[in-house]
């Protein structure tokens, strides 16, 4: 279950997220967020989360990051962005990469190919992480600074319930997050019938506006340089 800690979301703590964006970034390398969507959706599908999460990113940060989505069948496209982005001084990146279902999993395998490049990644965030055939997602390689999950356990599909650090003195687990959605639903409606009926709860975590605050917050950590993520402790909201 776990506290409750809306962290930097008290209303009137933050300021307007333009301004903020703006100045986390004064004097800093811009900084690079690569999400991944599930299943068979397409990068550019504004129904799902990963999407919307991307385009809010943009707003509050302006040109201080470069956003990008990438289906999870496209690790190579993704990769190679990455690569043309940062340049030569592959040592001072700055990464955070993100994803539901089966883009959970793409999340760990593109971390993977940049620790193989000796490149580092400030932040993964897993949403109800699911497996691709072949592909393991739960140890997060040492060229990772912090880690979260979130999960649920209810339906036909659903995501890795712990990740665990290769290296723990190098990675810092921020938490495994159950979140519960009986007595808690989310609307999702925009989603086709089968959805809702078969695999409801694990859309409901992906919509869950709870993950994507505590999201926002970890990034917002990570960005303003003022205090490391590895401080925070996080815990998933539960009604």
């Known amino acids: 279950m776990g506290k409750l800690l809306l962290f ?10 333009s301004l903020r964006g703006q100045g986390m970034a004064d004097g ?11 299943g068979f959706v397409r990068h ?9 999460f991307a385009a809010h990113l943009r707003e509050r940060y302006r040109s201080a990051i470069d956003v990008e989505v990438f289906g999870n069948h496209s690790g190579t496209p993704a990769l190679q962005h990455v690569l043309r982005l940062i340049g030569p001084d592959r040592a001072h990146a700055r990464i955070i ?3 539901h279902s089966w883009g959970g999993t793409e999340t760990v395998t593109l971390a993977r190919e940049l620790e193989q490049r000796g490149i580092p990644v400030l932040l993964t ?28 356990s209810r339906g036909l599909l659903h995501g890795r319930p712990e990740i665990l650090a290769k290296d723990p003195a190098r990675t810092n687990i921020v938490g495994n997050f159950e979140m519960t959605y009986k007595d808690h639903p989310i609307d999702c409606k925009d989603f086709p019938w089968y959805a ?6 694990h859309i409901e975590i992906e919509n869950d506006p709870r993950v994507w605050a505590e999201a926002a917050s970890l990034i917002d950590l990570e960005l303003s340089g003022t205090k490391p993520a590895a401080e925070v ?3 998933a909201s539960h009604p």
């Open 125 to 152: 965030i897993q949403v109800d992480s699911i497996a691709k055939p072949g592909q393991e997602n739960s140890t997060i390689p040492a060229n990772v600074e912090n880690a979260v999950n979130f999960y649920q």
């Open 44 to 52: 550019d599908d504004t129904k799902h989360a990963e999407v919307k």
């Open 196 to 201: 809702r009926m078969f695999t409801k709860p």
């Open 28 to 38: 800093a390398g811009k900084a690079i967020v690569v999400g991944f969507v599930g």
């Open 8 to 17: 930097l979301l008290a209303a009137g703590c933050l300021a307007p997220l």
């Open 97 to 99: 990469i993100f994803g």
């Open 233 to 235: 402790s996080l815990a």
